[in-house]
């Protein structure tokens, strides 16, 4: 029997953390002298609870078997703490995992500028706008986009760096063989095809509540640096940004509306020593002298219409431009005062709400243009946010 299959006997055996894991080594060596190790010889190392001793007293390897069966079917890569490939920054942080499961191609971490760019599930107009153009410039400029395939911003990452023609990274919560969310089937292939999915989860691990916490430990790890785009103060990203402080990693915050719930986690951050950035050359400035191989010359910003041109037209937006026609419309009077950019949205917008992509399209503005711009009327609260990406003047 191959030392691969008592890694994964021990890494998947019931209720076994990472850490113990980790210990469980240090002293035996190897899993295949753990798995010689009788019952009452674990038990007296006082590292692992009655029913973990319980369960590595389980010596069936059946359950091995079949991963590894379903691995070489599903062309999953089983990358175990020991190999070569196994990058040396997520093998020297706290609990890191004693095997990876990777769709795709690995890339090479220790040599790559690495940025996790993560956030809220739940995410605005403009936190989705912005993940996606940072991204799309991180990869751009020669950086690796890590996320987590997730609703929201994390998925407006990995889509972003794909549209840059870049490879990307998603750190799963379950197992490869799962795609969550299921609306992230093609999400999951793009970033697959060029880059990887990697989790420490075997195939057919279901995406538990829990798992995700763990997972957040693994991207942040993997990276040199941890962007949180849009967090509210319980989003699960502000683990993700405390477990790269932990790890000694960088940590970088997009600011938001401080009126604006969505983002009272990431100005906090901000408020706590983390550095606000406004464009990804504030990131990758940081690496240049480092990684002067990887870190281009900062690109050309997005041409109109590129930044949401990954994602399919949704149900809301769809229904939106279907009432928009023949809506009755209120006039309303510019305020003194604003911008150029300003007065462009609020000339589109003064005839009625619209989504973003209409007001691109219609100001002629970049997104990165829009964003700020968009952000500045929000705060002088001359403009608000609804559901589905919708803007509208405030009467």
């Not at 609870?49 to 590894?68: C, G, N, P």
């Not at 990697?198 to 640096?225: D, M, Q």
Request: charged residues 30%; contains cysteine; glycine residues 8%.
């Amino acid at each position: 029997m191959s030392s691969l299959k008592y890694w994964v006997w021990l890494s998947s055996a019931k209720g076994i953390k990472a850490d113990k894991i980790e210990k469980l080594i240090n002293h035996f060596g190897s899993p295949e002298n753990i798995y010689a190790t009788k019952k009452a010889d674990l038990a007296g190392l006082g590292i692992l609870s009655k029913r973990e001793e319980e369960a590595l007293s389980d010596k069936r390897l059946d359950r091995a078997d079949k991963i590894l069966i379903n691995c070489d079917r599903m062309h999953i890569r089983i990358l175990t703490i020991t190999d070569s490939d196994y990058p040396d920054r997520l093998k020297n942080i706290y609990a890191p995992p004693a095997v990876l499961y990777v769709c795709g191609q690995m890339p090479h971490f220790d040599d790559e500028v690495a940025v996790a760019v993560v956030g809220t599930r739940k995410a605005t107009a403009y936190g989705r706008v912005a993940a996606s153009e940072l991204a799309y410039n991180l990869a751009k400029g020669g950086a690796l986009v890590v996320s987590g395939m997730a609703r929201g911003i994390d998925s407006a990452a990995n889509m972003g760096a794909i549209r840059a023609g870049r490879p990307t990274v998603a750190v799963l919560g379950c197992g490869s063989d799962i795609c969550y969310p299921r609306e992230n089937r093609q999400l999951k292939l793009d970033i697959e095809a060029t880059g990887a999915t990697i989790t420490e989860y075997p195939p057919g691990t279901e995406p538990y509540r829990e798992n995700f916490p763990e997972r957040n430990r693994i991207i942040s790890g993997l990276c040199l640096a941890t962007v949180v785009v849009e967090a509210p103060n319980r989003s699960g990203s502000l683990i993700t940004a405390d477990l790269a402080n932990e790890q000694g990693r960088d940590v970088f915050v997009v600011p938001g509306n401080i009126d604006n719930a969505q983002y009272q986690g990431s100005n906090s951050l901000i408020k706590d020593g983390a550095r606000l950035i406004t464009s990804a050359d504030d990131i990758l400035s940081e690496y240049r002298e480092l990684f002067p191989h990887k870190i281009l010359s900062m690109p050309e910003k997005i041409v109109k219409d590129s930044v949401l041109s990954y994602e399919e037209r949704t149900p809301v937006k769809a229904a939106y431009e279907k009432r928009e026609e023949g809506t009755k419309t209120k006039e309303h009077k510019m305020p003194d005062g604003l911008s150029e950019s300003g007065k462009k949205i609020f000339e589109a917008l003064s005839h009625g709400e619209k989504h973003i992509d209409k007001l691109i399209e219609e100001t002629g503005m970049t997104a990165g243009e829009m964003l700020s711009a968009l952000t500045m009327l929000e705060i002088i609260k001359v403009v608000r946010q609804k559901p589905g990406k919708i803007f509208e003047i405030i009467d």
